[in-house]
Nanobody, 119 residues
Framework: QVQLVESGGGLVQAGGSLRLSCATSGSIFSRNVMGWYRQAPGKQRELVAR???????DYADFAKGRFTISRDNPKNTVALQMNSLKPEDTAVYYC?????????????WGQGTQVTVSP
């Protein structure tokens, strides 16, 4: 059973920074995509950024230039460095992992970590 555990959320003032981390455990296929999603109250969950095992990244428009996703392949961990935070970044942030084995897709989510940005 694969488990993802986020850490690093909290309360920060606008303009500040936070670094989220996601640790994994269990049987994980080495070729995978890890990412961060967020969900604000009353809104749908949305992609923030994702990174494949080879290092290619994909960012939502709101994250470009402010957020940086990185990963440690041997440890299967992923981090999200968030700078210049805005009140509208307030949300629960979720770690996500997807991999395919023998044509079957496996997807896992963490429990989420709250990020609150005050004006």
């Amino acid at each position: 059973q694969v488990q993802l555990v986020e850490s690093g959320g909290g309360l920060v003032q606008a303009g500040g920074s936070l670094r989220l981390s996601c640790a994994t455990s269990g049987s994980i296929f080495s070729r995978n995509v890890m990412g961060w999603y967020r969900q604000a109250p009353g809104k749908q969950r949305e992609l923030v950024a994702r990174i494949i095992s080879g290092g290619s990244t994909d960012y939502a428009d709101f994250a470009k230039g402010r957020f940086t996703i990185s990963r440690d392949n041997p440890k299967n961990t992923v981090a999200l460095q968030m700078n210049s935070l805005k009140p509208e970044d307030t949300a629960v942030y979720y770690c996500n992992m997807v991999f395919t084995v023998l044509a079957r897709e496996y997807e896992y989510w963490g429990q989420g970590t709250q990020v609150t940005v005050s004006p």
